[in-house]
């Protein structure tokens, strides 16, 4: 029975970092392109046209001991909600972009142990190929079946190599910053440690290029502890065109007490985008000192209304008009 499930594993995914050149490689078996006349390569980078066809060849090794079998495809590249990495789609899942471009020329190869096979790739550019950055990956699939950890289903590995296509025209970076939440999770008495609050976040790629954005995170409005500003890590080092990824960040030392918005702040490529959250964070410990200063104070009115002594109702005398008392005097 085939496999319910297939891991891919997309490796080599840093072609454009400064670093050697090397295969996507999980240990057993590898993929890269076939070293050009100059130099070694890890990633087929190829500049494109609409309406043109590409041509290069790839190389799958097998480092084992015995014979290995592969399906080759070509897929697109995306990344992952979980985390923003780059991963493929399946060799089962409809393929849209380089995937739907491109075609090996054998789809089907077996490896000798310890050697090498080329097999010839295509790339045809659609006509109506939109400008920018078009990333994918050349993969080779195990066609053995293991078992997957703790579940009845069967897992494939794979490993590509990527391809990345530049094609032709205007580009357009753009990246946004959507649904900004920050969560604030204060000590119950301040100062006591270190207030270890979330900030969640989904950044979008809204342009044609891959981005390496940089994020930072500010506080504005009136607040205790905490910096006002600080960068975010764990940003995808890529964001491919019109993607997005929900990412989180704890925060620790945020702000413990206060109110005002929290922004977050992306920029790459000369583009920008921010998106911000309001916060109101009053500690336990403020309210249950406010609480005890107002009952001390009832307290104190109240003991000071008792201590106050009341003023003695003193008869005042009527007056009598003299007339009357001259008549009372001669009755006499």
């Known amino acids: ?37 100059i130099t070694p390569r890890a990633a087929f980078r190829l500049p494109a046209r609409p309406g043109t066809t590409l041509s290069d060849r790839a190389v799958v090794s097998n480092t084992t001991d015995g014979p290995l079998t592969f399906r080759l495809y070509v897929a697109d590249a995306h990344n992952t909600e979980r985390d923003g990495g780059l991963a493929v789609r399946g060799i089962e899942e409809p393929q849209r972009d380089v995937g739907a471009w491109g075609k090996p020329e054998r789809e089907v190869i077996t490896v000798p142990p310890r050697s090498a096979v080329t097999v010839g790739i295509t790339l045809r550019v659609p006509q109506d190929a939109s400008p920018g950055d078009h990333v994918g990956a050349l993969v080779a699939v195990d066609d053995r079946v293991r078992p997957g950890a703790g579940s009845h289903l069967g897992v494939q590995r794979g490993v590509g190599a990527r391809i990345h296509l530049r094609v ?20 119950s008495i301040p100062w006591t440690g270190a207030a270890e609050s979330t900030v969640s976040y989904t950044l979008r790629n809204t342009g044609n290029v891959s981005l390496d954005p940089r994020v930072s995170v500010h506080v504005g409005g009136v607040y205790l502890g905490g910096p006002a500003e600080r960068r975010l890590t764990n940003v995808p080092a890529e964001l491919l065109p019109g993607q997005k990824v929900r990412l989180s960040a704890s925060w620790s030392g945020a702000p413990l007490a206060g109110w005002g918005d929290v922004t977050v702040t992306a920029t790459a490529d000369g583009s920008r985008g921010s998106g911000s959250d309001g916060f109101l964070e009053v500690p336990w410990f403020f309210t249950g000192c406010l609480a005890l200063l107002s009952a001390a104070w009832a307290t104190v009115l109240r003991r000071r209304r008792k201590a106050v002594p009341a003023k003695p109702v003193v008869p005042t005398a009527q007056a009598v008009p003299a007339a009357r008392a001259a008549r009372s005097a001669d009755r006499e």
């Open 1 to 37: 029975m085939r496999a319910a499930s297939v891991a891919l594993l997309l490796l080599a995914l840093n072609a454009l970092s400064p670093a050697p050149a090397g295969a996507a490689d999980n240990g057993e078996w590898s993929v890269r392109p076939a070293d050009s006349a």
């Open 168 to 187: 032709d025209g205007p580009e357009r970076p753009g990246v946004t910053v959507e649904d900004v939440r920050f969560t604030a999770r204060s000590p």
